[in-house]
């Protein structure tokens, strides 16, 4: 879900513990699917409903060049989908990789579940199968992901996993930010107004 209530500003969570968390199973009538070949447009789709892309072309495009595109990882391997009985893809996510703090270290990206799914424990589901993957493929530590201020209600699902918001400095990635600290920190206070309201 998207809530354009707030700001839009860029937020990064990490989590150290990445032996403990909570181990949520996708609800009756929906599976796991890893990536084919071919189901960039699928993912496109997707992210298209959750207002990621204006066009399934934009979608594609990007797909093809975060994850195919003189890559050293296989998209075949960490990117995958939930299906419902009928065939439909409803969600997606996968385990990349990124830049945090200078190292190269996993991360949940693009994490996207249609709107019609929501509230449904798809994407906690999702968070616990990238948890067990990074497991799978012999990872360990630490394990980080972007978000922003209008994704707080995942936020508080990441937060439920143990994921931490990171406030440093500077951008993890190494981005210039001007400021980078207050408005994090502003972010980070916008986010947490909004989940101790959502909770109720």
């Known amino acids: ?11 990064t969570l990490y989590k150290e513990n990445t032996s403990e968390y909570p181990k949520k199973s996708l609800p ?17 789709e997707i992210e298209c409903a ?3 892309f204006e066009s399934i072309e934009e979608g594609v495009d990007c797909f093809r060049n975060e994850f195919l595109k003189g890559q050293t990882l296989d998209a075949r391997e960490r990117v ?6 009928n065939g439909e893809y409803v969600a997606t996510a996968a385990l990349w990789h990124g830049t945090f703090l200078g190292k ?4 949940v990206h693009w994490v996207a579940v249609k709107d019609k799914c929501a509230g449904k424990g798809i994407a ?3 968070l616990t199968h990238v ?14 992901l972007l978000t922003a201020t209008w994704y707080y209600p995942a936020i508080g699902i990441y937060r439920k996993f143990g994921f931490e918001f990171f406030r440093g400095d500077a951008h993890p990635m190494g981005e210039a930010v001007e400021n980078f600290r207050e408005h994090n920190d ?3 206070s916008w986010v947490e107004e909004k989940l101790q309201a959502y909770k109720k």
């Open 186 to 188: 502003e972010a980070i």
């Open 1 to 11: 879900m998207i809530d354009r209530s707030l700001p839009f500003r860029g937020l």
């Open 131 to 144: 948890l067990d993957m990074f497991k799978e493929l012999g990872y360990e530590g630490l394990i980080f």
């Open 80 to 85: 995958f989908f939930v299906v419902d009985d």
């Open 104 to 107: 190269t270290e996993q991360r």
């Open 124 to 126: 906690g589901a999702m």
């Open 28 to 44: 009756e009538g929906y599976r796991f699917e890893l990536y084919r070949d071919g189901d960039e447009v699928k993912w496109a």
């Open 50 to 52: 959750v207002g990621q």
